[in-house]
């Protein structure tokens, strides 16, 4: 049996690296990532967890030193935040392609410059289209939980998936969270499976140089060419959505928690108009519908817990029948909306009937979204106001 | 035990018909008595964008008969550092994990993880194919491109600064054995490898690898060209065996005879010299006689204390 530990999400999400049995750690400071790998470091050297821990100079070296250790066989785990995501930009692609399990924290903070050290979701989003599942926590146990299904996710389809939650609101803010058992742990993810190949001296040539077109072996077997591959990608990133909500099913088999999948509700079963939104802000989110309700609008929340891939038809499904939708985050794609927006409105597009819909950015670096706030802007999309807007900006 | 003859390295060809790289390629060959020096079947090649890429073939065939894998330009020294830590978290033993990359790979971009992979002392062979330029994308400028040549990016006054001495650099690292080599001289580059395999930690092995099209050579100079290198004294052939420096090979046999080839004999051959000023020259020779010196007199301080 688990205990109830009051823990923040930087030590929930090392402990759950340590309940995954990870062999090989690589990570640079961050903040507000930091305590996540010296809590790490600390049970690699004291022995409670069996493991190498690289202490790189750089988050590139960072990520590039764990896809290797995980080509050669080996269960990964990394963390960074902000610009050291960003720098590892490079190897983000790199890992995708290589088709690695790796599980990575991603504690959200904004991107500089102007330097900001506070929470927004800029970071993350930015790196999009990098070909990792991206999977947004909403609290603590979230993110323990998470990585623990991240790991069978990501191995289950061989694609890294990144664990993201939101710069000191979670990351140092100390909360109540249940602690599995290794056991409980143990049943639900088995040992890491090595398909490196490594042991039998087979010669390989990893990540080649490769043609655009299919091209043929040495034993006359077709093999695929780049666009080939990068199909097999995008094609196991859209099936895994499926795969998505029966690890989360087993988890609550095991753990009797259960996340939603990609997405979940709150209040949503009489609503008439919804709040959509990602991470903390998203239970912020539900503060403002109670408060919605009290006055008798029926408002619901939609948590989109799962970014990448976008659950666009789950989104449609939920979102097409209603009268209005706001849209908050703490993300903007410059020179157009926030990324969650963008890609809610293009899966409603398909739709017959379709709500009116107003976006918000809020909260970037760190600036503080009450709401109170989320309630009035609400209230303005279901008066008639649509249309893209920035929260609490003098300009 | 050094290695006399051609007739005792190992018959075995790691490297099949059918590479990519160019006809009288210095790595090629350096790359062919590395991997006769190393254990078939244990070793793993760590590789960034480079030359090394093009040789080891396109999907789905190699002619290598290698564990190789490829990693992005920046990234070899993580790279490495990755592979043997995942080794070793896996159980898997006996393999000598050697990153190959070029003087690009090394000098300039690879450089901040070469560092971070020698600091923290991990256990790999780091060998750096210096063939003085971004080859594999055209002859552009690297920071060990010679003085005085014509590169793509240095296509009117060539290059005006002296190459960077990045053996100093890693030799600041203080690893327990660092080398130098040339794929003319392939039976002390033979041992070289021979010894750096069991040797625990960091090692680096720098070796002088001309390249025909980017030097301005025909091929078939490729081994004269090497040479010269060493008579003038451009490369010297040396080893660092915790901190203990000696000249080897033909290097070893000219400081006892003393140099008969100057800069000028060894620039001739080569078209991307063909704008070097008479100034340019005296400096590139007075930057190799001031280092020749040094190592002279390291190498009869060092040998004078055994």
């Known amino acids: ?395 | 035990m050094a290695t006399t003859s051609v007739r005792q390295l190992p018959k075995t060809e790691l490297i099949m018909p059918g590479t990519r790289s160019c006809a009288g390629c210095g790595l090629m060959l350096t790359y062919r008595h590395a991997l006769k020096a190393l254990d078939e079947g244990k070793t793993i090649v760590a590789v960034p964008a480079s030359c090394m890429t093009v040789l080891h073939g396109v999907y789905p065939i190699t002619p290598v008969n290698v564990i190789c894998i490829n990693n992005p330009f920046a990234a070899t020294g993580a790279a490495a550092t990755g592979i043997v830590a995942g080794l070793k978290a896996t159980g898997k033993t006996g393999y000598t994990v050697v990153a190959f990359a070029g003087d690009g790979g090394t000098y300039d971009i690879g450089i901040q993880a070469l560092s971070g992979a020698f600091e923290r002392r991990v256990n790999f062979i780091y060998v750096c194919y210096d063939n003085e330029g971004y080859m594999n994308t055209g002859t552009q400028r690297s920071s060990a491109s010679p003085v005085g040549a014509i590169t793509s990016t240095t296509p009117i006054l060539a290059k005006l600064q002296q190459k960077k001495e990045m053996v100093k650099i890693v030799e600041a690292h203080n690893l327990p054995y660092i080398a130098t080599g040339s794929p003319s001289y392939p039976l002390d580059l033979f041992d070289k490898f021979k010894f750096a395999k069991n040797v625990e930690g960091s090692r680096y092995i720098e070796v002088h690898a001309p390249c025909p099209p980017g030097w301005g050579f025909p091929n078939r100079n490729l081994i004269k060209m090497g040479k010269l290198a060493v008579e003038s004294g451009i490369h010297v052939l040396f080893e660092i065996r915790d901190g203990k420096f000696s000249l080897t090979s033909r290097s070893l046999a000219l400081a006892n005879k003393g140099r008969k080839k100057t800069v000028s004999d060894y620039i001739k051959g080569q078209s991307r010299f063909r704008k070097i000023s008479p100034e340019q020259i005296s400096e590139l020779q007075a930057f190799t006689d001031k280092r020749w010196n040094e190592l002279l007199e390291r190498h009869f301080k060092d040998s004078g204390d055994a």
């Not at chain 1, 010296?38 to 590139?60: C, F, K």
């Not at chain 1, 146990?141 to 993201?164: K, S, Y």
Request: glycine share 8%.
């Open chain 1, 1 to 395: 049996m688990g205990q109830v530990e009051i823990i923040t999400a930087n030590t929930a999400a090392a402990f759950a690296a340590k309940l995954c049995r990870v062999q090989v750690i690589s990570a640079y400071p961050i903040t507000p990532q930091t305590p996540v790998t010296e809590e790490l470091a600390e049970m690699v050297e004291s022995g409670a967890l069996q493991a190498e821990y690289i202490t790189v100079e750089s988050e590139h070296s960072a990520l590039a030193s764990v896809v290797a250790a995980s080509q050669v066989g080996a269960r990964v785990f990394t963390a960074t935040s902000a610009n050291g995501l960003l720098y590892m930009h490079e190897m983000l692609h790199w890992a995708a392609g290589s088709r690695v399990p790796i599980v990575m924290a991603c504690v959200n903070r904004g991107v500089g410059a102007p330097w900001t050290i506070l929470n927004d979701q800029q970071d993350t989003i930015s790196q999009r289209d990098t070909g990792w599942l991206q999977i947004y926590c909403r609290n603590s146990q979230e993110v323990l939980d998470t990585i623990i299904q991240g790991f069978r996710l990501a191995e289950q389809i061989q694609i890294p998936v990144m664990v993201c939650y939101d710069g000191f609101v979670l990351s140092h803010a100390s909360t109540p969270v249940d602690v599995p058992s290794q056991d409980e742990v143990d049943r639900f993810l088995p040992r890491f499976l090595d398909r490196s190949g490594i042991n039998g001296g087979t010669p390989m040539n990893v990540n080649p140089l490769i043609l655009s077109d299919p091209r043929l072996g040495p034993d006359d077997k077709l093999m695929p060419g780049y666009m080939e591959f990068r199909f097999m990608l995008q094609r196991d990133i859209l099936n895994s959505l499926q795969i998505i909500e029966s690890v989360d099913r087993e988890f609550s088999d095991v753990f009797g928690r259960s996340w939603g999948g990609s997405l979940w509700k709150y209040k949503m079963e009489d609503a008439d108009h919804a709040i959509v939104s990602m991470g903390s802000l998203a239970s912020e989110c539900t503060i403002a519908a109670d408060m919605l309700r009290d006055r008798g609008v029926k408002v619901g929340v939609v948590g989109v817990r799962v970014y990448r891939p976008f659950p666009a038809s789950q989104i449609s499904e939920y979102l097409s029948h209603l009268k209005t939708v706001t849209f908050f985050e703490k993300d903007v794609s410059y020179g157009f909306h926030g990324a969650v927006a963008m890609d809610a409105k293009a899966a409603l597009y398909e739709s017959a009937s379709r709500p009116s819909v107003s976006s918000y950015v809020v909260g970037l670096g760190g600036r503080d979204v009450r709401p109170e706030q989320l309630a009035e802007a609400t209230i303005n999309c279901i008066g008639g106001s649509t249309g893209h807007h920035w929260l609490d900006v003098r300009n």
